[in-house]
């Protein structure tokens, strides 16, 4: 039984933010907090210890009172050098990153995770969900979920609950070059989680790439606030 304790929880905000103009997407302003800020706070409750994944403004990270790690590797290679620097520092069984450009991702995100890993014994899980864009901010939430398009399933790798024995597979997987997360999670038993369930948020998984992206988000959020997955 894999325990809230045994899970570090680690918020990715160490990309290059080529689509934001280079901006530190993590610091960016989202309904009255940075990025990731926001999502570390809706990450707490459902992990141990915490982590932030940065490149830049660490200073400014180190502020919120938690441990700021960097890459190990130059020229921001990528979410899986977040997870690499994560499992470096994790001091739990399991790491679980996640995203700072999600910023509605489930309440019970962990938990969800947890039972897939644990029902197929595999040493990752990740999250497959319906793949949502922002769009224009309506009057009332069921306007808003009406206007949510809903795809097929698509993996959300980002959001992935990783077994600190991977570290070792990890650092070769990265140190030949490689980046995709994909390719490396297919090395090894994989459990998937869905979210798709009857109650969840259409939006939970809406990113923003752009600022043009975040200000929607924002403004479906705010139109939204009560969308909250069970």
């Known amino acids: 039984m894999i325990a809230t304790s045994d899970i570090t929880g680690m918020v990715l905000a160490g990309g290059r933010g080529s689509r934001m103009g280079g901006l530190d997407k993590g610091l960016q302003p989202f309904a009255g907090q940075a990025l990731a800020r926001h999502a570390l706070q809706r990450l707490a409750p459902q992990v141990g210890p915490l982590l932030v994944n940065a490149n830049r403004h660490l200073d400014t990270y180190r502020t919120w009172g938690v441990e700021v790690v960097a890459d190990t590797e130059a020229d921001y290679p990528g979410p899986l050098a977040g997870f690499l620097a994560g499992l470096l520092h994790c001091r739990t069984p399991w ?13 019970d995100l962990a938990a969800r995770l947890v039972a897939a890993a644990e029902a197929a014994q595999a040493p990752l899980a990740v999250v497959h969900a319906p793949d949502t864009e922002p769009a224009a901010p309506h009057a009332d939430a ?4 009406a206007a949510v398009h809903t795809p097929p399933l698509r993996a ?3 959001f992935c609950l990783i077994h600190t024995s991977l570290l070792g597979s990890l650092q070769q997987f990265v140190s030949a070059g490689g980046r995709k997360i994909d390719r490396w999670t297919a090395l090894h038993p994989l459990a998937v989680a869905c979210f798709d369930q009857p109650g969840d948020d259409p939006l939970a998984f809406a990113n923003a790439n752009s600022l043009q992206e975040l200000h929607a988000l924002e ?4 139109a939204a606030p009560k969308m909250e997955n069970r």
Not at 95 to 107: E, G, I, N, S
Not at 142 to 145: F, R
Not at 219 to 222: S, T
């Open 219 to 222: 403004g479906l959020h705010a």
């Open 142 to 145: 069921a306007s808003a979920a």
């Open 156 to 158: 959300q790798p980002a």
């Open 95 to 107: 790491l679980l990153a996640v995203p700072c450009d999600t910023p509605r991702f489930p309440a």
